[in-house]
C-alpha cells in the first residue's frame, strides 16, 4: 500500500515601511520528500509615526506651524508638527465705586505676568448712585400741612440709610408726617456718606370757596339779598350777623340793614374743610323827604292836598302841625305813615275854607334806623 506524502505549506509574516512592498506572497518549493511545498509571506505597512506639539509664545513672530521629518524605530520616516501659538494677553477688569466725582474715571496699567507676557489690570470707577422709591399722601384740604411722604426703598450703597427733607437734618426713620403741599426733595444718605436725592411732590384738593360777592352800598330802607357761591358739596354752613331778624337756617338771606354792616357765612364740606367769606354792606342815609311849599285845595283833582312824601326808610311821620300866622294850630296829626292821601290837609280848619296865605308847618319823622328829624318850613294856600 502505498500512501500519498501531504504538501508542506510555510506561512511567513514580516513588515516594510514601503507600500509597494505590502502584500501576500506565494513561492512553490520542492520539500524533502520530493514533493512540492509552499511558502506564504504577508509583509504588512508600519505606520508612519506623526507626533503633534502644541506651545506658546508670547512673541508675534514666532507663530506658525513647523513639520520636520524622521526616521522613527522601524526605520520608517517619522513626522513631527509643532504648532506654536500667540499667547494672550492677560486683561484684568477691576470695577469700583464713588461718591466724589472726581474720582470717576478709567484706570490703565500694565504689567508682566507669570507667563512673560504683558498684562494689563483696568479700574473702572463709577459714581455711585442711591435710588429712591417712595409714595406721598396728599393734604386733606387747601392748606393744610397733613400730608406724609413714606421712602419705601432705598436701592444702592451700603445701610442703614439715613434720610432727610428739603433743607432739614437727617433722622432715622423713613417717612416724613405734616407737610405742606408742593414740590420738595428727599435726601437718603447710607453708612458711606454717599447720597441721593429724588424730587417729589404732595398733591393738594381744590380749594374750597365760598363767595357772597363785593362789598356793596345801598340806600336805607334798600334790600339786598345775600346768595353765597362755593365750589364743592357743602355739609354745614353757618351765617355771623348782628340782625335779630336774620334767619341762621336759610342759606339765601334777604337783608335791609340801617347802617353799615357785615355778613359772614362760614362753610363745612364733606371732607371737613373750611371756608369763609365776609361782605360789607354800606348804607347810603339820603334822607328823603319831601314836603311842598304850595298847594291849591281847589277842587280840581290837581295839588288839592298839603301832604308829607317819602321815600321807603322813613318808618312813620310822629308830628305834623300847621299854624297860621298868629300861632294857631289849624291841622295836626300823629303817627302816620307817609305818602297817605288820608293823612293830608285839605285847607280847612273847623269844617270852614280857610283863606289864602301862607302857613307854618313843623313835622316830625322817624326813620327806620330810628333816626328822628325836625321839619320846619311855611306852605302857600292858592285858590
Known sequence: TVSLMGTDTVYLADTSCDPMDAGVFVDTLSNSMGCDSFVVTTISLLPSDTIYMQQ??????????????????????????????????????????????????????????????????????????????????????????????????????????????????????PYFINQSAGNHVIYAQDVNGCEGSMNVHIAAPLQLIVELGQDTIIELGQTFELDPLFNANIDTFEWNAYETTFCDTCLIQTVSPHYTSSYAITVVDEKGCVARDEITIGVRKERNVYIPNAFSPNGDGVNDLFMIYASDDVRSVKEFQIFDRWGERVFGLEDFDPNDPNRGWDGTFKSKALNPGVYIYHAEVEYIDGHVELLKGDVTLLK
Open 56 to 173: 506658546t509664545t508670547c512673541d508675534p513672530t514666532q507663530v506658525g506651524t513647523d513639520v520636520q521629518t524622521y526616521v522613527n524605530q522601524y526605520g520608517c520616516d517619522s513626522v513631527t508638527i509643532e504648532t506654536t501659538s500667540l499667547m494672550a494677553a492677560d486683561t484684568t477688569y477691576m470695577y469700583f465705586t464713588t461718591c466724589e466725582p472726581s474720582d470717576v474715571g478709567t484706570i490703565v496699567d500694565s504689567y508682566i505676568n507669570q507667563e512673560g507676557c504683558d498684562s494689563m489690570v483696568i479700574s473702572e470707577t463709577s459714581l455711585l448712585k442711591l435710588e429712591i422709591d417712595l409714595s406721598t399722601v396728599a393734604i386733606t384740604c387747601f392748606e393744610d400741612t397733613d400730608g406724609q411722604i413714606f421712602i419705601d426703598t432705598v436701592m444702592g450703597g451700603d445701610g442703614p440709610y439715613l434720610y432727610a427733607i428739603d433743607d432739614q437734618p437727617f433722622q432715622y426713620t
